[in-house]
T-cell receptor, first 116, second 111 residues
Framework: EAQVTQNPRYLITVTGKKLTVTCSQN?????MSWYRQDPGLGLRQIYY???????DKGDVPEGYKVSRKEKRNFPLILESPSPNQTSLYFC???????????????FGPGTRLTVL | SQKIEQNSEALNIQEGKTATLTCNYT??????LQWYRQDPGRGPVFLLL?????KEKRKERLKVTFDTTLKQSLFHITASQPADSATYLC??????????FGAGTRLFVKA
């Protein structure tokens, strides 16, 4: 079954304690992306990756890091989490067509992060 | 500033009617625009993509229009059903592979 998986699904942590949220896709997609979703603000893009070792900033990259060492995985790293990073996080993946257009973005189930 | 706006108010309609959701944007010239459905606590699910050279796209009971002059996309659900109740998000290509989402419109379809 084609899917995007995220772990953990729920996480409560404290300010400053480094954490990693994993994302994996089994569709051989070139493109992967991280979003955060906050009430009234919708989905905001944090980082995206066009392929292995190629990443770029989205609209809200501050306080986050990513890496793309393998095509299927795109972990999101919070080196020193703060309460304003409490949010619902989604990972997504997509293929890129010959015209350079993103195809359907498949989203993971989300990770609800609370930073105390 | 660059913005993408959707009806902030929830849309309540009667079963069987056509729901029309609006997505307006400023300061972008997107190559394409997408619509997604999101249910509470779940990730968005892709519905339709429309490119800048397309005026209209249909899929079953869904129809999307894209007016690059007005900088607006309309999303229609015909013969709406209670199962169509959800939040609908529009998203556009903001240059390169960056994607910008609207905040979404909540749709309630009453039986």
């Amino acid at each position: 079954e084609a899917q995007v998986t995220q772990n953990p699904r729920y996480l409560i942590t404290v300010t400053g304690k480094k954490l990693t949220v994993t994302c994996s896709q089994n569709m051989n997609h070139e493109y992967m992306s991280w979003y955060r979703q906050d009430p009234g603000l919708g989905l905001r893009q944090i980082y995206y990756s066009m392929n292995v070792e190629v990443t770029d900033k989205g609209d809200v990259p501050e306080g986050y890091k990513v890496s793309r060492k393998e095509k299927r995985n795109f972990p999101l790293i919070l080196e020193s989490p703060s309460p304003n990073q409490t949010s619902l996080y989604f990972c997504a993946s997509s293929s890129i067509d010959l015209a350079g257009v993103l195809d359907t973005q498949y989203f993971g189930p989300g990770t609800r992060l609370t930073v105390l | 500033s660059q913005k993408i706006e959707q009806n902030s108010e929830a849309l309540n309609i009667q079963e069987g009617k056509t729901a029309t959701l609006t997505c307006n944007y400023t300061n972008y010239s997107p190559a394409y625009l997408q619509w997604y459905r999101q249910d509470p606590g779940r990730g968005p699910v892709f519905l339709l993509l429309i490119r800048e050279n397309e005026k209209e796209k249909r899929k079953e009971r869904l129809k999307v229009t894209f007016d690059t002059t007005l900088k607006q996309s309309l999303f229609h659900i015909t013969a709406s059903q209670p199962a169509d109740s959800a939040t609908y998000l529009c998203a556009l290509a903001a240059g390169g592979f960056k994607t910008i989402f609207g905040a979404g419109t909540r749709l309630f379809v009453k039986a």
